[in-house]
């Protein structure tokens, strides 16, 4: 079943370690159907494959006609990775199909959709607010490998001490970034300073923080 509402990605607490999929529909411009599980209580989203288009018709076709779900063989390219960008090493990822997906039609007068299957990985967390330093670690014999990051604001609760609500009320302003995992993967000890002369400023008078998810894994 397709819900009306904003689309929230999340990883959940799991009593096991298992490898499972969510799988998230929505059509139109913000409609879904949320499916929960979860691989680790530290789980970071892990995008496998995602389609924006139709491919069948039957899902979010309940109410419609028939010629809105006739084209089955509708996708738009490149929706995997536009949603690897938002979503990889990412706790929670929410999405607006309006901003963030509908950039082209890939078939006008189709019921559209976003199909996404994702797995959630066991994953270390740093946030560092603006102007400080990051320090991502990893044990003696093993190298830094980097899920995803993020510099900007996504919450009224991250690195707030002593700021104005002024400098807080952007909530979404956060930009995905590969300059950490360009940094930093594969080594030991990484630094890297939460500064719009490094990562660009996504929203300028908001008061940021970068936001880093990596593993460590054996030096090979």
Do not use: W
């Not at 490149?78 to 890939?106: N, Q």
């Amino acid at each position: 079943m397709c819900y009306t509402g904003g689309l929230q990605v999340k990883c959940y607490p799991c009593l096991y370690l298992d490898k499972r999929c969510f799988k998230i529909f929505f059509f139109l411009i913000i409609v879904n159907s949320l499916l929960s599980m979860c691989v680790t209580d530290i789980g970071v989203i892990s995008v496998q494959e995602s389609l924006y288009g139709r491919e069948d018709r039957v899902t979010c076709s309940e109410g419609k006609h028939y010629h809105q779900l006739a084209n089955t063989e509708c996708s738009l390219a490149g929706t995997t990775e536009l949603i690897r960008r938002r979503c990889d090493g990412k706790k929670v990822c929410e999405l607006i199909t309006a901003s963030d997906i509908r950039i082209l039609d890939p078939c006008p007068g189709i019921l559209k959709y976003v199909d996404t299957n994702y797995t959630c990985l066991p994953a270390l967390t740093h946030v560092a607010c603006q102007q400080s330093l990051a320090r991502l670690h990893c044990d003696q014999g093993q190298v830094i490998v980097v899920y995803g990051a993020d510099y900007g604001r996504r919450d009224r609760t991250t690195c707030i001490n002593g700021r104005p609500d002024s400098q807080l009320q952007n909530v979404s302003c956060s930009k995905p970034t590969n300059i950490v995992a360009t940094r930093c993967n594969g080594k030991n000890t990484c630094d890297i300073r939460a500064l719009n002369s490094v990562f660009g400023d996504p929203c300028p008078d908001i008061y940021k923080y970068l936001e880093v998810a990596y593993r460590c894994k054996c030096d090979e």
